[in-house]
């Protein structure tokens, strides 16, 4: 059997040389955003159920999501469907073949965290 030269490089690129790109972060953010949305989605049929079913049953469920953590739960939803709905029309945009090079994308990824924050802000305070 032939000798096998250990090589001093790495393999394959590893998490100390690699630095993280903004296209690579908003992609994992969408897809984080888009899974705790469920988590949000269960709390409002949760409230709904509750409203349903009887004034205890929704007194609990409305004093949870009144509370300050449910409050903060719920503006974080906020944000995660403002910043998932812009990643999703910039998802778009490049699905047109447009805004692929990487000055426009880095200028469309700070559009959507930017843009996700100040939606937030303008919902509460008109909500």
């Known amino acids: 059997m032939a000798d096998k030269k250990q090589s001093a490089r790495p393999l394959s690129p590893h998490l100390g ?18 899974n705790a949305l469920i988590v949000s989605f269960v709390l409002v049929v949760w409230w709904l ?18 509370s300050w953590f449910g ?4 503006v974080l939803s906020l944000l995660g469907i403002w910043y998932h709905y812009l990643a ?3 998802h778009l945009y490049f699905d047109s073949g447009r805004g692929l090079d990487p ?17 937030t802000l303008i919902t509460c305070v008109i909500v």
Request: proline share 2%.
């Open 49 to 66: 159920f509750a409203a349903s079913s009887g004034e205890e049953y929704f007194a609990l469920a409305n004093g949870f999501l009144t």
């Open 103 to 119: 000055v426009v994308a880095d200028k469309l990824g700070w559009g959507i965290i930017i843009g996700s924050v100040v939606l």
């Open 71 to 74: 409050r903060l739960i719920m």
């Open 17 to 34: 040389i690699y630095r993280p790109q903004l296209n690579s972060f908003t992609s994992i953010m969408t897809r984080i955003t888009g």
């Open 88 to 90: 999703g029309l910039r």
